[in-house]
């Protein structure tokens, strides 16, 4: 599996960005898809995460300014990011993790990641 990250930039605060990545590969039914970001010096923490049941995971920090979604006939996830703040600056990787079955081994994969850059 393989996945391409697109839709970081540089944005002034306030402003909005949507994130995509898209799977090429292998993908079971059973999954989670999500977004983790990583700033200079600091650890890579998780944004958002969305399962294949339809549960959504949000970091306190991007709650009600940031929304996963998912289209599977694409294997596509998407990050839409509202009200952006400078805080919000990092490098973003998308991350599949998938399994077969709930006893079977998980599969866990990255993608590159992607600048978001927010200007006050």
């Known amino acids: 599996v393989q996945l391409q990250a697109s839709g970081g930039g540089l944005v002034q605060a306030g402003g909005s960005l949507r994130l995509s990545c898209a799977a090429s590969?292998?993908?079971?039914?059973?999954?989670?898809m999500g977004w983790y970001r990583q700033a200079p010096g600091k650890q890579r923490d998780l944004v958002a995460q969305i399962t294949s049941a339809g549960s959504t995971n949000y970091a306190d920090s991007v709650k009600g300014r940031f929304t996963i979604s998912v289209d599977n006939a694409k294997n596509t996830v998407h990050l839409q990011m509202n009200s952006l703040r400078p805080e919000d600056t990092a490098v973003y990787y998308c991350?599949?993790?998938?399994?077969?079955?709930?006893?079977?081994?998980?599969?866990?994969?990255w993608g590159q990641g992607t600048q978001v850059t927010v200007s006050s």
């Open positions: 991350n599949v993790r998938t399994q077969r079955t709930v006893w079977a081994r998980e599969y866990d994969y």
């Open positions: 590969g292998n993908i079971f039914s059973r999954y989670t």
